[in-house]
């Protein structure tokens, strides 16, 4: 079976910009959580949605917004891009939403911002 | 913030055992102990995790102490795949969303 698929891998923005980042959960997950990784940091929680609701979100400014499609899949979207939005940025999913749920991880879109 | 302290780093023989260490001194009744790692150039991946009895899996072993403050992370016969990153994460048991939050990690590297 699939894993968790992101696209792209790899984007390189401009200051400004704006920029869409996917991803596919694993098949008959319905909770999709995205995590920004800085280098040399440990993720950070930025949103999860679970049947299409926002149920989290991080301590993240408004340009970061994200939704979840009947499908499940989910896209993340930052808006004025800054250089210090420069990161790996992982989505992960589970089944469901409760605690004792295992996440698992997609191998990540690394954003270069010049 | 990460409610668990890890050292920055372990070097470990391949073949012999890996012992990671976490404190994790203010953890609450209903926090969970989970354990990931994460491989050069790939997402996060989940481990093991625990609320008081010691776990066992196909990949590790997870000893808790019995107040609870600190735990082991056992690789029990450590190779050069186990070369990663550690994570040592408490998690609220309650429905709902309870982000994993992540602090620095502790990197393993595997020596041949």
């Known amino acids: 079976d699939a894993g968790v698929t992101q696209s792209p891998t790899h984007l390189i923005k401009t200051r400004g910009q704006h920029v869409t980042l996917r991803c596919s959960p694993i098949?008959?997950?319905?909770?999709v959580s995205w995590y920004q990784q800085v280098l040399g940091q440990g993720p950070q929680f930025i949103f999860q949605?679970?049947?299409?609701?926002?149920?989290g979100r991080g301590n993240f400014p408004d340009r970061f917004s994200a939704r979840q499609f009947p499908n499940y899949s989910s896209e993340l979207n930052v808006n004025a891009l800054l250089l210090g939005d420069s990161a790996l940025y992982l989505c992960?999913?589970?089944?469901?939403?409760?605690?004792?749920?295992?996440?698992?991880f997609g191998s990540g879109t690394q954003l270069s911002v010049l | 913030d990460a409610k668990t302290t890890q050292p920055p780093s372990m070097d470990c023989a391949e073949g012999r055992a890996a012992n990671l260490p976490c404190n994790h001194s203010?953890?609450?009744?209903?926090?969970?102990v989970y354990w990931y790692r994460q491989i050069h150039s790939q997402g996060p991946q989940y481990i093991i995790h625990?609320?008081?009895n010691n776990e066992t899996n196909e990949m590790a072993s997870l000893i808790i102490t019995e107040d609870r403050k600190s735990s082991t992370l056992i690789l029990p016969h450590a190779t050069l795949r186990d070369t990663a990153v550690y994570y040592c994460?408490?998690?609220?048991?309650?429905?709902?969303?309870?982000?994993?939050?992540f602090g620095k990690g502790t990197r393993l590297s595997v020596i041949a």
């Open positions: 098949s008959g997950h319905k909770s």
């Open positions: 949605y679970y049947e299409k609701e926002e149920r």
């Open positions: 992960a999913s589970s089944w469901g939403e409760t605690t004792n749920e295992k996440l698992f």
């Open positions: 994460i408490v998690r609220v048991d309650r429905s709902g969303n309870t982000p994993l939050v």
């Open positions: 203010t953890i609450s009744g209903n926090e969970y």
């Open positions: 625990g609320l008081k």
